[in-house]
């Protein structure tokens, strides 16, 4: 593999990657001890925790972080987390990627903590993050958000869901979107079930990861339901902006290339910003690495940029057969 030169010595540092799929269980509550242990700096951040019903009557949960010292309306950036579709959820008002974006693009993010697989495969998840869309553009008035500045975004699985949630957005006649992050984006579940760069190294997430994480999600196959792999779409045209990250030694390059190139022929305004040498999740093991800050400036840039346009409804096309 061709490692990037500031990432080598880390890189060579690094365990075998144990496999969190084997105790789903007790990987989440490593994350959970793991952030109350390293609390997230909320200096000029404050949040509060809303509870969205469910068209069933069960409730979703989400959390909304905002600059403790900006007047509203904010523009409001929808965060689904990460974690393989199956963990990866911080515990309420700690979710640091939340908390460090409303630092970045001065904006209300909504932390959405979608239901999780297997307990609640797809479409559950997807779903859940599509309401809390809309959720927060029906009530952005008492929120303090603005609902013509929108925006989605996550990594990894987070920005599988972001990318749907868009198609989403377009197909139901809205929100309406100014911009979706894609950071290293999970959206095709035929990922890894060919050859991938990190392949034959066991410190690193290879194909097999990927497609643990596809099967609790997606257990009887995305085809099932058409916003369950956001890569399935056939028509990509009428989405918002979006900002692609892809890694060169990341099990989701290829299809994160490929879907950044079919936004691109579709006449999508697409940013790709390629980070040669880096694996999935790099920035967690290098964060002050300046690849990792060069990495996190561009995508963030992108989406605080994006912001500070206001988009209309008549920006959303209308569902095509």
Same mark, same amino acid.
């Not at 496999?19 to 001890?33: C, N």
């Not at 085809?223 to 058409?226: E, G, K, L, S, V």
């Given at each position: 593999?061709?490692?990037?030169?500031?990432?080598?010595?880390?890189?060579?540092?690094?365990?075998?990657?144990l496999?969190?799929?084997?105790?789903?269980?007790?990987?989440?509550?490593?994350?959970?001890?793991?952030?109350?242990h390293?609390?997230?700096?909320?200096?000029?951040?404050?949040?509060?925790r809303?509870?969205?019903?469910?068209?069933?009557?069960?409730?979703?949960?989400?959390?909304?972080?905002?600059?403790?010292d900006?007047?509203?309306?904010?523009?409001?950036?929808?965060?689904?987390?990460g974690?393989?579709?199956?963990f990866g959820?911080?515990?309420?008002?700690?979710?640091r990627?939340?908390?460090?974006?409303?630092?970045?693009?001065?904006?209300?993010?909504?932390? =959405?903590?979608?239901?999780?697989a297997?307990?609640?495969?797809?479409?559950?998840?997807?779903?859940?993050?599509?309401?809390?869309?809309?959720?927060?553009?029906?009530?952005?008035?008492?929120?303090?958000?603005?609902?013509?500045?929108?925006?989605?975004?996550?990594q990894?699985?987070?920005?599988?869901?972001?990318?749907?949630?868009?198609?989403?957005?377009?197909?139901?006649?809205?929100p309406?979107?100014?911009?979706?992050?894609?950071?290293?984006?999970?959206?095709?579940?035929?990922?890894?079930?060919?050859?991938?760069?990190?392949?034959?190294?066991?410190?690193?997430?290879?194909?097999?990861?990927?497609?643990r994480?596809?099967?609790?999600?997606?257990?009887?196959?995305a085809?099932?339901?058409?916003y369950?792999?956001?890569?399935?779409?056939?028509?990509?045209?009428?989405?918002?902006?979006?900002?692609?990250? =892809?890694?060169g030694l990341?099990?989701?390059?290829?299809t994160?290339?490929?879907y950044?190139?079919?936004?691109?022929?579709?006449? =999508?305004?697409v940013?790709l910003?390629?980070?040669?040498?880096?694996?999935?999740?790099?920035?967690?093991?290098?964060?002050?690495?300046?690849?990792?800050?060069?990495?996190?400036?561009?995508?963030?840039?992108?989406?605080?940029?994006?912001?500070?346009?206001?988009?209309?409804?008549q920006?959303?096309l209308?569902?095509?057969?």
């Open positions: 593999m061709r490692v990037h030169p500031e990432l080598a010595p880390v890189l060579e540092e690094l365990p075998p990657l496999d969190p799929y084997a105790d789903i269980e007790g990987t989440r509550a490593g994350l959970h001890a793991l952030a109350r390293f609390p997230a700096d909320r200096a000029g951040v404050t949040s509060e809303y509870a969205v019903p469910r068209p069933d009557g069960s409730l979703l949960a989400v959390e909304i972080y905002r600059p403790s900006a007047p509203g309306p904010l523009p409001g950036v929808l965060h689904f987390h974690g393989g579709y199956t959820q911080a515990p309420p008002g700690e979710d990627t939340a908390i460090e974006l409303v630092r970045e693009v001065r904006a209300a993010v909504v932390s =959405v903590e979608y239901r999780l297997p307990e609640h495969p797809c479409p559950a998840a997807v779903e859940d993050c599509h309401l809390a869309l809309e959720w927060t553009a029906g009530q952005a008035a008492a929120l303090g958000v603005d609902p013509a500045r929108l925006a989605v975004g996550g990894s699985a987070g920005a599988g869901l972001a990318a749907a949630v868009a198609l989403m957005a377009r197909d139901r006649g809205g309406a979107l100014v911009h979706q992050s894609l950071v290293v984006p999970d959206l095709d579940d035929t990922a890894g079930t060919g050859p991938t760069p990190a392949d034959g190294d066991p410190r690193l997430p290879d194909g097999a990861f990927i497609q994480g596809w099967r609790h999600y997606a257990p009887e196959g085809a099932t339901y058409p369950a792999a956001a890569a399935r779409a056939t028509d990509l045209r009428g989405l918002p902006a979006a900002c692609v990250v =892809v890694c990341d099990p989701l390059r290829d994160g290339l490929a950044a190139r079919r936004l691109m022929d579709a006449d =999508v305004r940013a910003h390629y980070v040669p040498g880096a694996w999935h999740g790099f920035e967690m093991f290098a964060p002050d690495s300046r690849i990792a800050r060069e990495t996190t400036a561009a995508w963030t840039g992108q989406l605080r940029a994006a912001l500070q346009v206001r988009v209309g409804p920006a959303v209308s569902r095509r057969p």
